[in-house]
């Protein structure tokens, strides 16, 4: 079964409203997770590395005002799209990384489509 | 010049034969290679891991990768119809926060015809 949780999987919103996305790992603790954009038939794109207890870091060109990334807990993280627009419609996927004693594996949620309207 | 580069296909074969995925990259930091599987509207499935040069077999998959030519590679042998997906190479950097960081292929589009 999954062991990243994403929800909610589909999301439909008003532009200029806000929207909130979570990602919980599920049966192991995350003290680091990341989240991706994926456009339609492109790859996917890493726009920020959220860290348990500290603040975000958003890679080069993502707008870290616009898309607010909060790591509350060894569990969830959240990505908030905010003042969203029709151009912000895009598959959001993340991914947690499990340490183990075997060496670290990155698991990936089952991605979000959001569509502003 | 994109850091992974990946031929996005589409790639179509029958049934029962060998598929041959490949990607090349330009970073040399890169030290952990996969392969992951995607179905439309899904996640992607982790499929292969792969740390630093070599090859590494599981069932009907064979990676390989060959850190001198800066060329990895995924072997699915006897094709089936529900291997049909899009197929994407990811990379990440050794260490700390660098491992997890992602940078991924454009993806294969792979259709196994019965």
């Known amino acids: 079964g999954a062991v990243v949780s994403q929800h909610p999987s589909r999301v439909i919103c008003k532009s200029g409203t806000s929207v909130k996305i979570e990602c919980r790992s599920l049966d192991f603790q995350a003290t680091t997770m990341f989240w991706y954009r994926q456009f339609p038939k492109q790859s996917l794109m890493l726009m920020a590395t959220s860290n348990e207890g500290s603040k975000a870091t958003y890679e080069q060109g993502v707008e870290k005002d616009k898309f607010l990334i909060n790591h509350a807990s060894l569990t969830l993280s959240t990505l908030t799209v905010t003042s969203a627009h029709p151009e912000d419609s895009s598959f959001y996927i993340c991914s947690a990384r499990r340490i183990g004693v075997n060496g670290n594996t990155i698991y990936f949620g089952e991605g979000s489509w959001l569509t502003v309207v | 010049q994109k850091e992974v580069e990946q031929d996005p296909g589409p790639l179509s074969v029958p049934e029962g034969a060998i598929v041959s995925l490949n990607c090349t990259y330009s970073?040399?930091?890169?030290?952990?290679f996969m392969w992951y599987r995607q179905y439309s509207r899904k996640g992607p499935e982790l499929l292969m891991y792969?740390?630093?040069?070599g090859n590494k077999e599981d069932g009907r998959f064979t990676a390989q990768v060959d850190k001198s030519s800066k060329y990895i590679s995924l072997f699915i042998r006897d094709s089936q119809p529900s291997d049909s997906a899009t197929y994407l190479c990811?990379?990440?950097?050794?260490?700390?926060?660098?491992?997890?960081?992602?940078?991924f292929g454009q993806g294969t589009i792979l259709t196994v015809h019965p």
């Open positions: 792969t740390y630093s040069s």
């Open positions: 990811a990379m990440s950097g050794a260490g700390g926060t660098s491992y997890g960081k992602l940078t």
């Open positions: 970073n040399s930091a890169f030290q952990y």
